[in-house]
Structures are given as C-alpha cells and as structure tokens.
C-alpha cells in the first residue's frame, strides 16, 4: 500500500509505519499495528495536504492520525513552515495545543524556544524538559516555583492558556514576600516557613521585602533554627554596596530573634 512501510521491534514482531512526503519533505505518519490504518492515515494526510479537504478544527476522534500530527500538518500546508512540535502560526502569535480543548498562545518571540522544546502537563502546570530538568513555562517570564495563580501572578485577561507577554503580570516576583493591603495602604510583607509559617515584617517596597526575607534566612540557619534548604532572592535592582546598606538597616521581627535565644 502506498504510504505504508513494514518494520520489526526488537522483540521481532511486526508493526507499520505510514509517512508522505510534501514540498519536498519526507514526513512520518506515525506507527500502527497493520497495514491498512497505516494506509488510512497516509490517506488522510493526502486530504489534508494535497486535497486540503480538512482544517485545523476539523479533527475529531474517528481520524487515524493523531491530534498532534494533524496540527503539524496543518500548520505546514496553511503557513509553509514545518514543526516538530503542533505548533500553529497566527499573524501576531501561535497556538501551541496539547489537545484539542488546550490551546496554548505564545508571542512569537517565543517560537524558536517551543519549536525545539516540547510542553507537557502535570497537575494543574506546564513544563518542559530542558537539558534533563522539568522547568515550568512560568520560570520564563520571572515567576518563581510554587508562586500562586492571583496573589503572585494573574493572567491579565482570564485566559489561563495565553501565555503571550502582554497578558501577564507578575505581582510577587520574590520568594517570601506578599503584597497586601493594610489600613488603606498597600505594603509588602516577609514572611518565612520555619515551624508553620512566621511573619519577618511589614515593608514598604517588595526589595526591602525581598531583602529581609534574605536576611531572615540567613539569620534561621546560621543559628541552627532550621536545616531547610531555603532559596534566597536575587535582586537584580541592587548592587552589592546597596544590597549591602539595606541588609545592615533592615528589621526582622523580634520573634525570630527571642528563637535564637531559647536555642
């Protein structure tokens, strides 16, 4: 059958395989258990690259093909450009799906990176295996791990799977510290996870925050307070001589101090 190539697993059994090629360009099909869904897919890719019978949003469950391979192929046929990933081009931006019902949109200063990278999903995140290590998506935009969707972050339209810079703000960029309003006014409080969560202080910037958190942590496991493995907020806003000045001014809360005490 045309499309269609016979191959063995190491173990000897037999499999199919089906790929076209188009514009040049030898592309698999993918792997099936005989013949003929094999042949089936590569008719499909026949009506979708050469008839262009079908688009994007014409996948359904009774399709051969993966939901993956028809996004690339689509892709390839409608904007010239072939992905290994199922990446789709808009004018702006591109769709990134994981499935037909998550749509991921990034800007496309972000296409080199996802072309080469695949995004997968866990739990309520999504990441990418970048040289050996799960990174989450949000690390590129300076949200740090384990912050929270709404009070370190918010997606600035509702939408939870646009991902294009405009759309998201970062409202707590540093470990430890949270904006909060008190009487009336917005300040920014440390707060430290030793046994249960203990409150460093109140401040009026998310540096002096971000500071006092640093110098809270170095306070907890220099005395023997806490054998955590705590990590500490970079500032890129300061140079070590200010860092420095505002380290030696900065207050903690007198709690942590009585600690170091009664140790």
């Known amino acids: 059958m045309k499309g269609v190539f016979k191959a063995y697993k190491k173990n000897g059994e037999a499999y199919f395989r089906s790929s076209i090629t188009y514009k040049n360009k030898h592309i698999s099909l993918g792997s099936f258990d005989n013949s003929r869904l094999a042949h089936k897919a590569y008719l499909e890719a026949c009506e979708i690259l050469f008839k262009k019978r079908y688009k994007l949003e014409d996948y359904n469950k009774s399709k051969i093909l993966s939901f993956e391979k028809w996004v690339i192929l689509c892709n390839y046929r409608d904007n010239g450009y072939y992905f290994g990933n199922p990446i789709y081009l808009h004018k702006y931006y591109f769709s990134y799906f994981l499935s037909p019902d998550i749509e991921l949109k990034f800007d496309t200063d972000d296409l080199f990176y996802y072309a080469s990278h695949k995004i997968h999903q866990k739990g309520g995140y999504f990441y990418v295996n970048d040289f050996g290590i799960q990174q989450n998506i949000l690390t ?80 907890v496991v220099s005395h023997g307070i806490s054998s955590k493995s705590y990590i500490k907020n970079y500032i890129d806003e300061l140079n070590a001589h200010d860092y420095k000045e505002i380290y030696e001014k900065i207050k903690i809360s007198k709690r942590l101090l009585k600690l170091a005490k009664k140790d």
């Open 140 to 219: 590129r935009y300076g949200i740090r791990n384990f912050a929270v969707k709404g009070i370190d972050y918010r997606f600035k339209n509702g939408d939870e799977y646009d991902f294009r810079h405009y759309n998201i703000e970062v409202i707590n960029p540093y470990y430890g510290v949270r904006r909060e309003y008190r009487k009336g006014r917005m300040v920014f409080v440390a707060r430290i996870n030793i046994y249960g969560t203990w409150t460093i202080g109140c401040y009026s910037s998310p540096i002096n925050a971000a500071v006092a958190y640093n110098k809270a942590v170095d306070f």
